[in-house]
């Protein structure tokens, strides 16, 4: 998958996270292949600075998540946190959660643009997570999830329980999390955690396929429905629509929503600027 392009990143301090911008799409990809890309401290503060910087940046217009070699992501690499320089103290665990997996996770849900994850294998854990938190996910048919926190006594964090039971309800999110088993890709597609499933050999240009098209959509729109999407699995009905109807107050402000009307009148294909 694209690792250079018109803003190719090669500074050797981003060598763990890739970056390039190609029309539209603002590719990152974790580059860890020996440690199936088992996120880090620095790797993480540079996926949350990207994904910031890709919301502000108007020449983006869609946002890819995917990683080199046989791992999407194994996890948190916990030997990658900076190094204790005092004894543990009540809070501290709560604190580097909310600090670290959570800011990841709600970077990727606060994105105002779309994200896509290109899943290329085992994704676990927070790697796990950090795909279901994507807007759309796709994924090579060798690819696996695991919720592998109960395999070591542990509670899941990183959002897991906020994000698995909407996706799949509770009944299902509860097997998942209490269990721990590996689950297939295409398991993972049946159960509505994976848009489509395709032979690892066609994942890259199923991905560019459909960042093209968000690239090539109304982006202002796009982000507008995502947050109303978002927003609405947590609030009530009357909220949901009050939302929609701002959104689309705003949304009529734009460029984008001008062109799509024009163009319609028209009968003629709109052409977006992501404006």
Known sequence: ????????????????????????????????????????????????????????????????LTAT??????????????????????????????????????????????????VNGTAAGIGAHLAFACDLVLAADTAKFIEVFVRRGLVPDGGGAYLLPRLVGPQRAKELMFFGDALTAADAERMGLVNRTVPAGELEALTKEWAGRLAAGPTRAVALTKQLVNASLDGDRAAAFAA????????MTTRDAAEGVAAFVERRPPTYEGR
Request: glycine share 8%; with cysteine.
């Open 1 to 64: 998958m694209p690792v250079s392009g018109e803003a190719a990143e090669a500074a050797p301090r981003d060598a763990t996270v890739l970056h390039a911008l190609d029309g539209g799409v603002s590719w990152i990809t974790l580059n860890r292949p020996e440690a199936m890309n088992a996120v880090t401290w620095d790797q993480r503060e540079r996926i949350i600075a990207l994904l910031t910087d890709a919301s502000a940046d108007p020449t983006v217009r869609a946002v890819v």
């Open 69 to 118: 070699g046989r791992g999407f992501c194994a996890g948190a690499d916990l030997r990658g946190a900076a190094a204790q320089a005092r004894e543990r103290v009540p809070g501290d665990v709560s604190r580097t959660i909310r600090l670290g997996a959570q800011r990841l996770i709600a970077a990727v849900l606060d994105c105002e643009k779309p994200v896509i994850a290109a």
């Open 244 to 251: 929609e109807a701002a959104a689309q107050e705003i949304n």
